[in-house]
T-cell receptor, first 113, second 114 residues
Framework: DAGVTQSPTHLIKTRGQQVTLRCSPKSGHDTVSWYQQALGQGPQFIFQYYEEEERQRGNFPDRFSGHQFPNYSSELNVNALLLGDSALYLC????????????FGEGSWLTVV | GNSVTQMEGPVTLSEEAFLTINCTYTATGYPSLFWYVQYPGEGLQLLLKATKADDKGSNKGFEATYRKETTSFHLEKGSVQVSDSAVYFCALSVENTGFQKLVFGTGTRLLVSP
């Protein structure tokens, strides 16, 4: 049973560029969330997708956008990259609504130079 | 608002020592509480959880009890091993319109020496 898978594992981008990160949820899961973890900090919630719609959003600017596909996989897009966007981006998946366990992927390390 | 406060690290222990990592929370409503562990260069793994007051979560020798009266969820282990060296995150889940999102503490690094 595959867990949450993310790609790419590591990437380096230049300020002002755009990046797309990808996530496949754990088998059977239909809800995908994205978190940003800066170095030495706890993860911060970016947004969550269910049934291909954004259901919740954290305190992140519109430069951060996402998408969920019919097979429940998801993408995180960040435009006009800033140095401060350098972080580990974690995808999490769960089944439907409340009280179900949330599983995380290994993350995508983004470095903006 | 909703927040989690953890003791600052690093926590440095010798193998077989007793571990306590303190965690307190502030939340509206009745959150579920979690401990996640992050090994070097890896993502987060769920260690244990508790969904209501007085529940005890346990896994791999780690335990934590949901204390509503003190708004705490302290992590304990009776005898740590070198392999327990990692960063531990306390988190709560907040339900909004039927969907959970996690609010994390800043993490506590545990270093266990032989």
């Amino acid at each position: 049973d595959a867990g949450v898978t993310q790609s790419p594992t590591h990437l380096i981008k230049t300020r002002g560029q755009q990046v797309t990160l990808r996530c496949s949820p754990k088998s059977g899961h239909d809800t995908v969330s994205w978190y940003q973890q800066a170095l030495g900090q706890g993860p911060q919630f970016i947004f969550q997708y269910y049934e291909e719609e954004e259901r919740q959003r954290g305190n992140f600017p519109d430069r951060f956008s996402g998408h969920q596909f019919p097979n429940y996989s998801s993408e995180l897009n960040v435009n006009a990259l800033l140095l401060g966007d350098s972080a580990l981006y974690l995808c999490a998946s769960s089944l439907g609504d409340r009280k179900n366990t949330i599983y995380f992927g290994e993350g995508s390390w983004l470095t903006v130079v | 608002g909703n927040s989690v406060t953890q003791m600052e690290g690093p926590v440095t222990l010798s193998e077989e020592a007793f571990l306590t990592i303190n965690c307190t929370y502030t939340a509206t409503g009745y959150p579920s509480l979690f401990w996640y562990v992050q090994y070097p260069g890896e993502g987060l793994q769920l260690l244990l959880k508790a969904t209501k007051a007085d529940d005890k979560g346990s896994n791999k020798g780690f335990e934590a009890t949901y204390r509503k009266e003190t708004t705490s969820f302290h992590l304990e282990k009776g005898s740590v091993q070198v392999s327990d060296s990692a960063v531990y995150f306390c988190a709560l889940s907040v339900e909004n319109t039927g969907f959970q999102k996690l609010v994390f503490g800043t993490g506590t690094r545990l270093l266990v020496s032989p």
